[in-house]
């Protein structure tokens, strides 16, 4: 396992102008990082570090959430790191990732950004509401 780049990620962010409450966060995780070589495995009984994301509504007022039973917690959306210290690129695991996303509930499918060396790239847009109702079907008997 390698935190080395977990640490440097941690270390550059640290450098921005952080609100108080963000940069003792940062200082936390730094700490944390430091004293448990495990910390990138979910075996690490203290926590673990994953990658994560926030998705929020355009205009910037809702954020997308996720209820996480084990820890009874609502929490961002992520994915274990299971070793990789690369943090900006662990994949989101299981219900999350892009081959298991569905409409449930009539809820558009996110992109998906493809990032590799230094460049990302559009792989799938984002759905629309049009999307999604483009199959759908009403009988003349129940047209007003």
Known sequence: MHRARAME?????????????????????????????????????????????????????QVLLTHHRKLDKWLQLGGHADGDGDLLAVQTTGAYNHAMASNYNRFPRPAVVFVADGQAELVWRRETLEDIVRCDLIPERFKA
């Open 9 to 61: 990620l941690l270390l550059e962010h640290g450098l921005q102008a952080l609100q108080p409450e963000e940069a003792l966060a940062v200082s936390q995780t730094i700490e944390f990082v430091k004293a448990h070589s495990d910390c990138l495995l979910r075996t690490c009984l203290e926590g673990h570090l994953t990658g994560s994301a926030w998705i929020l509504s355009p205009d910037r007022r």
